[in-house]
């Protein structure tokens, strides 16, 4: 395998295992243990600990070590406040770009909100819904720079979904209807309403997320 083939193994491995949590926020790896779990050279893993760095996923700090960035109600704040900055706008602005055939088989997932419903007893599913439908969206944008901008935002979302864990039932209906709610203006080619439905739909997850973290009786490791 070529050195770069290596380098590329090396990043993704990590950075799944922290997107994930495997690796929880605020705990410190060893940069010889990873070589020995990936059974890599220090060469591509310290390039991929590079990367993670920059990308905000790692910090490496001085005499101390490699800590997992942890996660903080700020962050949140931060994730919700850029993804209301991109998405509403690449909709308002690249919506015509938007896979329709995709687009109409969501929106008919998304009329599904029965309780007895697949989606309402697989949150695994759900979520990948989710993650699909709002890539769908950013992937259209033809900006790199803007595309390259919310990879980063993302892997922190992915973080904060999997160490919330399950969506209730009852956010998990409004999250379809929300979307409903933005599809339905797509397929009608009505950006401006679909871009202030996307708006809307965000910060009621915004909402749901901070409601979770500072009133659940059992509150994931996020900072205050």
């Given at each position: 395998?070529?050195?770069?083939?290596?380098?590329?193994?090396?990043?993704?491995a990590?950075?799944?295992?922290?997107?994930?949590?495997?690796?929880?926020?605020?705990?410190f790896?060893?940069?010889?243990?990873?070589t020995?779990?990936?059974?890599?050279?220090?060469?591509?893993?310290?390039?991929?600990?590079?990367r993670?760095?920059?990308?905000?996923?790692?910090e490496i700090?001085?005499?101390?070590?490699?800590?997992?960035?942890?996660?903080s109600?700020?962050?949140?704040n931060?994730?919700?406040?850029?993804?209301?900055?991109?998405?509403?706008?690449?909709?308002?602005?690249y919506?015509?770009?938007?896979?329709?055939?995709?687009?109409?088989?969501?929106h008919?997932?998304?009329l599904?909100?029965?309780p007895d419903s697949?989606?309402?007893?697989?949150?695994a599913?759900?979520y990948e819904?989710d993650?699909?439908?709002?890539l769908?969206?950013?992937?259209a944008?033809p900006?790199?720079?803007?595309?390259?901008?919310y990879?980063?935002?993302?892997?922190?979302?992915?973080?904060?979904?999997?160490?919330?864990?399950?969506?209730?039932?009852?956010r998990?209906?409004?999250?379809?209807q929300?979307?409903l709610?933005?599809?339905?203006?797509c397929?009608?080619?009505?950006?401006?309403?679909a871009?202030?439905?996307?708006?809307?739909?965000?910060?009621?997850?915004?909402?749901?997320?901070?409601?979770?973290?500072?009133?659940?009786?059992?509150?994931p490791?996020i900072?205050?």
């Amino acid at each position: 395998m070529t050195k770069t083939n290596l380098k590329t193994l090396a990043y993704t491995a990590i950075r799944h295992k922290i997107i994930t949590c495997e690796y929880a926020p605020g705990i410190f790896l060893n940069e010889e243990r990873l070589t020995e779990e990936l059974h890599l050279s220090r060469t591509p893993v310290r390039d991929a600990l590079s990367r993670l760095e920059q990308e905000g996923l790692i910090e490496i700090r001085p005499k101390r070590g490699i800590m997992v960035t942890p996660l903080s109600v700020n962050d949140i704040n931060m994730i919700f406040e850029m993804r209301l900055l991109y998405e509403p706008y690449i909709l308002l602005h690249y919506g015509a770009l938007l896979p329709e055939k995709r687009l109409t088989e969501l929106h008919d997932i998304f009329l599904q909100t029965k309780p007895d419903s697949e989606y309402f007893h697989n949150n695994a599913y759900f979520y990948e819904l989710d993650s699909e439908f709002h890539l769908m969206i950013v992937n259209a944008c033809p900006n790199t720079y803007i595309c390259h901008s919310y990879s980063q935002i993302w892997a922190q979302n992915q973080r904060f979904r999997n160490l919330t864990g399950d969506v209730s039932a009852r956010r998990l209906a409004a999250t379809f209807q929300e979307h409903l709610d933005i599809t339905g203006p797509c397929l009608r080619k009505n950006w401006k309403e679909a871009a202030d439905k996307m708006a809307y739909h965000l910060e009621q997850s915004k909402k749901s997320s901070f409601d979770y973290v500072l009133n659940s009786p059992d509150p994931p490791d996020i900072q205050l």
